[in-house]
């Protein structure tokens, strides 16, 4: 039995003859490259001229960029720094590219990072509020995206339910998010979100 023939739309004959989509896609992929560097060559400078307080082994921590072709469909780049995973305890801050989306930098912390973080995230529960962090609600730690189903805004938390919330869940994600629009802005922006995170995580 011979099969169907395989046949492209317009737009897919369009896209796949036009060299100028890749080569153009790669100039962006390695300027988000470039510009994640650059943040994490800060980030480091950070932590060390303010004497971050933070486990040994999170201290120890090199900064990692990694990428991908696939997130729900669409390639991403990621620096996570600083960064300890164990299966069971985690502590990371990731900031994340996701191409037609977004930037986002989340603190994400499980087990005993999480545990020892408990209070000091109660006590900046209105600092978090005021200053636009979105808390995860997915059971899932490893949703990015920012829908419904997996952030809500903490100001529209009661202090009641972020202290349950923080308590119950095995794994803790804060994060925020700026629109791929504010490129020109957005290495500052993201360190900017990472002091934040610092002066929580340090405390």
Known sequence: ???????????????????????????????????LGSLQEKQKGYIIHHSI???IEV???????S???????????????????EKANIFAVRTLFWWG?????????????KTAAEQPLLRSFAALQENGFYCSVNNDPWKHDFDAVN???????????????????????LAKKIPFEQWDMAEDVL???FKEIMDIAGN
């Open 151 to 173: 952030y809500t805004l903490l100001q529209n938390f009661s202090r009641e339910d972020f202290e349950q919330l923080v308590t119950d869940k095995p794994f803790i994600k």
């Open 1 to 35: 039995m011979i099969g169907a023939k395989i046949r492209l739309s317009q737009k897919e004959m369009e896209l796949a003859g036009n060299a100028d989509l890749i080569l153009t896609k790669n100039a962006v992929l390695q300027k988000i490259n470039q510009l």
């Open 191 to 193: 360190f900017d979100y």
């Open 67 to 85: 990428k991908g072709e696939n997130y729900n469909g669409f390639p991403y780049q990621l620096l996570d720094y600083p960064k300890f995973f």
């Open 59 to 65: 201290l120890r921590s090199s900064p990692k960029i």
């Open 101 to 113: 989306h977004f930037f986002s930098i989340t603190l994400h912390l499980s087990g005993k990072y």
């Open 53 to 55: 307080q933070l486990p």
